[in-house]
């Protein structure tokens, strides 16, 4: 079944301070994991993304980390500003196969920069 | 702006009623994707089309639900006979078939649906 669960809910960060958010799969055939900013009224936008074949991908102040036995990939955003407050989803997708299946979206994380 | 775009941004309608949604996706990219998305949720897949071809549809898309791609361009999502569980915000998506690939997923604004 494919699924992707999402914590925290929601976080309060610091200005200045590290956001971090998890996410945790199951299907195994899942190969891209992509990382989506949505502002209130906005599309997501794609933010940051991992194959993996790296266990690390940093982009500025955007870094996914991922652990593939454990089935496992967390988003960290340092030197977090409030600009960054927004809801963060992470997705899935058995991406290089070919597969037909769209993104399979986590629920979200509703994160506030507290200035 | 060359960006997916979506109309109508608003709708509000009756329980009953039949509401279309139209998306214009990217004019280069040949794939396009309809989501959902309930307050408080990530997006939840529907369907999605290459090119004019409709290649999958989520079990999400009851028998109310109609999509189409019309020689391959634009989409338009048909709910017949709304119910008010209907209620939600339908994004569109499109992207480019990299060879086996899936390149990067653009998303419109979306159209939020009311249904009283």
């Known amino acids: 079944q494919q699924q992707v669960k999402q914590s925290p809910q929601s976080l309060i960060v610091q200005k200045g301070g590290i956001s971090i958010i998890n996410c945790a799969y199951e299907?195994?055939?899942?190969?891209?994991f992509p990382w989506y900013q949505q502002f209130p009224g906005k599309g997501p936008a794609l933010l940051i993304a991992?194959?993996?074949?790296?266990s690390e991908k940093k982009e500025g102040r955007f870094t996914i980390s991922f652990n593939k036995s454990a089935k496992q990939f967390s988003l960290h955003i340092m030197d977090s500003q409030p600009g960054d407050s927004a809801t963060y989803f992470c997705a899935a997708t058995p991406y290089s196969g070919g597969g037909a299946d769209g993104l399979t979206f986590g629920k979200g994380t509703h994160l506030i920069i507290q200035p | 702006d060359t960006g997916v775009s979506q109309d109508p941004r608003h709708k509000i309608t009756k329980r009953g009623q039949n509401v279309t949604f139209r998306c214009d996706p990217i004019?280069?990219?040949?794939?396009l994707y309809w989501y959902r998305q309930t307050l408080g949720q990530g997006p939840e897949f529907l369907t999605y089309f290459q090119n004019e071809a409709q290649l999958e549809k989520s079990r999400l898309l009851s028998d109310r639900f109609s999509a189409e791609r019309p020689k391959g361009s634009f989409s338009t999502l048909e709910i017949q006979r709304t119910e008010q569980g209907d209620s939600a915000m339908y994004l569109c998506a499109s992207s480019s078939m990299l060879g086996r690939s899936t390149g990067e997923l653009f998303f419109g604004e979306g159209s939020r649906l009311t249904v009283l």
């Open positions: 991992i194959r993996p074949d790296v």
């Open positions: 299907n195994t055939a899942f190969d891209y």
């Open positions: 004019s280069e990219h040949n794939r």
